[in-house]
């Protein structure tokens, strides 16, 4: 191990001359994890017809882009190119999960009904559940969502409110057994998701949580090129006071919904928020839920009716997250107390707080696609930037496009470089379809008067520009994000 | 979305201007995914007693540290330390399977039975596997490998050699219901594993794929900071022809082994390797595979006596990986076919490697441990670096740790900051407990002579330095991985 003897070296040294040994540090050296890939090396199957079983664009855009394919009725197994956008916005999750100050774990997917029974949920939550029996013949089931085993998690260590605040929370599979599972992984059974707990020790902390949640999410949808919208929710099974869903608005939805039009020119932006202030979270709160917007299921049409009727909008949405507070609930069935600092044990407060992680790949390419196929957004496509060779085999343009490769991969920038042997067409066809929002076109023309072809993939747009001047416009581009 | 401005405005000032808007690219601003920590608010349930259940010290460790909480038999939760450091090793396995060329996916947890049926394996594989039937009552089961669907992806995508060599793995979470789970993570029944399958035109290659795994697994263990080596292993109920194991050595191993004392002075070390090239990686093979190491299960007592008396050695193992080159077993059962260039429709040629994901922090921790708690190899440590506030409440140390706490991340490492107004001792004890390799420790004594003390985990050697020399010397260890 070679930090084991420069550990060892350094340790030494002072102790025998007493000054340190000079090994210069350099953050830019540590690994980098950008992955270029050569398309003749990938595993990409692009299909040539359009799938018939898909009704929606995100799923046959999804299956086309060989995204995904389906194993069993709504469970699916994520190719490379959709696995590369998963990881991505789980990358995403965590991150803004980390700013708000929330702490990742992992909970089983396989849990105990004995701990369900403990909240009444065993036998409440109907066939939606897929209960298993191991073994032993003891009964188990696939972790549809996790508070139960959440706050057995917390009672079994926390006792004191000097613990408090915390937010505990997971991105895991699922599996909910849709009666018809359907729109690909918009509705599947086996789907992943990052679900959140808050523990707090009382309602004020705990709705200060829930405003954390709010702020974190949309920073969150904001990073991954969505507009998601905050609208009053109905509790629903779970049971709860305070609920929000967040919608994105498209028109394959499934939910109907009702807003003031104001509310779609809000933007969280740059700006900066501490997590901690607690002022400042809920006018966050309260400047992107005070306009009236609901879905069918809340909907108040006396309410509706007194926003200006311009301002009057219908439209659909796809749900891609929640937040939740249902106050003691879980903490009174399952014994979730903690002392209070007067003496007293008091139940906590908590919340739960979920993103459809594999979901958002559909509702993203719901918002975001044309007839050629899929627009990914610069937050989380899977490659940045696609090297096209209109003459492979061609020397100049061969080495025009390996020059970009390596030096987009030394930039820590992905490239998918097509150095395929196909025609053009083909080329420009997978391109389009798969979505990178950049693309570097070499021709042989082009390299005879020292330029390559920059093209954005959402307005079509061509520059033609000498190739070091294309790579730093789309390093500039992504430092920009 | 600023980017969307930015690239609106590079392109069209272009059209205008003719000449590239400079905005100067800086990869360093891309987001750091340094997490530094501050212990009041982190979820670190430390256990002040030794836990009866666990029988070996990397559970009891597990246990003690707070990583860990058992959900059911054999099924744990993990707790945010235990997290940290499957999430680290995942990202050591997925780096160096990219370096390898291998592709990741993703495949569902819960698959249909009708596809293990076409293997055989579905009546075959016994009690083990967690049979579960859903809502409709089709038969699926809880996936404990994944041969079996791979191989219907590639079934489904793949018909030519042309689109040969390819190795697709995945790291996800399996079951096999054992009769006894136990020794925490080390034998669980849910566990998180890498499982890679290459497929290949002919048995030649698929050695070639074979090998590439040898070298990369060689890396993935030394990057972890363990000795993993290979043994000839029997090939068990998945069938096989070649196979080898990777054994650590550690006291609790499950397995006798018998190798010549030669095989543990084999470094692979820094050298540089071209996956692309067969000799290399069958001379990595040669030089690992060689020497006489096997498990009790192939031991061959005569061909072990060859063996100079004073390098045999008897020993015990943890198992952490297996290669294992089965041939065509699934791609004639299940169809899976290319054109050979030649007219012809062959059979691909196939082989499964996994590692054991959630086991290997068992099997680190056995191999890397004192009496006081675990030892973190740099490579996979949960934190870079403990910052130890011997007087919380000092002015002077409060403001030395945060200025540490500050700069380590801004360094992009990730500092745990022990702030908590607790007595030195229990300080002490929990740093050493949960194991991060270097300690910084600042006490009022040190800060009126302007020095910390830098702590080696491992040797327990302690120095004393001003703190801009200990950032440095940190920095230049992890720089150093």
Redesign the interface.
């Given at each position: 191990?070679?930090?084991q003897a420069?550990?060892?070296h350094?340790?030494k040294s002072?102790?025998l001359r007493g000054s340190?040994v000079q090994?210069?540090?350099?953050?830019?050296?540590?690994?980098k994890?950008a992955?270029p890939m050569r398309m003749s090396?990938?595993?990409l199957?692009v299909l040539k017809e359009t799938p018939r079983e898909a009704q929606i664009v995100s799923h046959r855009y999804m299956l086309q882009a060989?995204m995904i394919?389906q194993?069993?009725a709504g469970?699916?197994?994520?190719?490379?190119l959709g696995?590369?956008v998963?990881r991505k916005i789980e990358?995403i999750v965590h991150?803004e999960q980390?700013r708000a100050?929330h702490?990742?774990?992992?909970?089983?997917?396989?849990?105990?009904a004995d701990?369900w029974r403990e909240s009444g949920r065993y036998d409440a939550y109907g066939?939606?559940m897929?209960r298993?029996k191991?073994?032993g013949g003891?009964e188990?089931l696939?972790t549809p969502t996790a508070e139960e085993?959440v706050t057995?998690?917390f009672r079994?260590?926390?006792t004191s409110y000097k613990?408090l605040p915390?937010t505990?929370y997971q991105i895991q599979?699922k599996?909910r057994?849709e009666?018809r599972p359907r729109f690909g992984v918009m509705r599947g059974?086996?789907f992943y998701m990052k679900d959140g707990y808050n523990f707090d020790l009382t309602k004020e902390d705990a709705l200060h949580a829930y405003n954390r949640h709010l702020v974190s999410y949309l920073r969150t949808y904001?990073r991954l090129?969505l507009q998601a919208i905050p609208m009053r929710a109905d509790s629903g099974p779970i049971g709860g006071d305070d609920t929000h869903e967040f919608l994105v608005l498209a028109e394959t939805g499934e939910s109907e919904v009702f807003y003031d039009s104001e509310i779609t020119d809000l933007k969280f932006g740059?700006r900066e928020i501490d997590y901690d202030d607690k002022a400042a979270c809920q006018a966050v709160l309260e400047e992107f839920t005070s306009r009236y917007a609901r879905t069918d299921e809340t909907h108040d049409e006396a309410l509706f009716n007194e926003v200006p009727e311009t301002r009057r909008k219908v439209a659909r949405g796809i749900e891609v997250g929640q937040i939740f507070y249902f106050g003691t609930k879980y903490s009174d069935a399952m014994g979730a107390m903690v002392d209070d600092g007067k003496g007293g044990k008091v139940p906590v407060h908590m919340g739960s707080h979920g993103i459809g992680v594999s979901r958002l790949l559909g509702a993203i390419i719901e918002a975001s696609h044309d007839d050629k196929g899929i627009i990914w957004?610069?937050?989380v496509t899977p490659f940045h930037v696609g090297i096209l060779n209109m003459r492979s085999g061609d020397e100049a343009c061969d080495a025009a496009c390996e020059d970009l490769y390596a030096k987009f991969t030394a930039?820590?920038l992905e490239p998918l470089y097509d150095d395929r042997d196909e025609r053009a067409g083909a080329k420009f066809g997978t391109m389009d379809m798969i979505g990178l929002p950049w693309r570097i076109t070499v021709g042989p023309r082009g390299i005879k008067n020292g330029v390559v072809e920059v093209t954005?993939r959402r307005?079509g747009?061509a520059?033609e520009?000498p190739a070091a001047?294309a790579i730093?416009?789309i390093?500039?581009?992504?430092?920009?994000?």
């Open positions: 191990m070679k930090y420069i550990a060892a350094l340790l002072e102790r340190l090994i210069k540090p350099d953050a830019t050296d540590f690994p994890k992955n090396r990938y595993f199957p060989g394919k194993a069993s469970i699916y197994s994520w190719l490379p696995f590369k998963l990358d991150e980390a100050g702490i990742a774990i992992q909970m089983p997917t396989i849990q105990s701990l066939d939606e897929l298993i191991d073994r003891r188990m696939f085993l057995d998690i079994a260590h926390v613990d915390l505990l599979w599996f057994d009666v059974r086996e904001e090129g740059d957004p610069e937050g930039a820590g954005c307005t747009e520059v520009m001047d730093a416009k390093q500039a581009i992504y430092a920009a994000l």
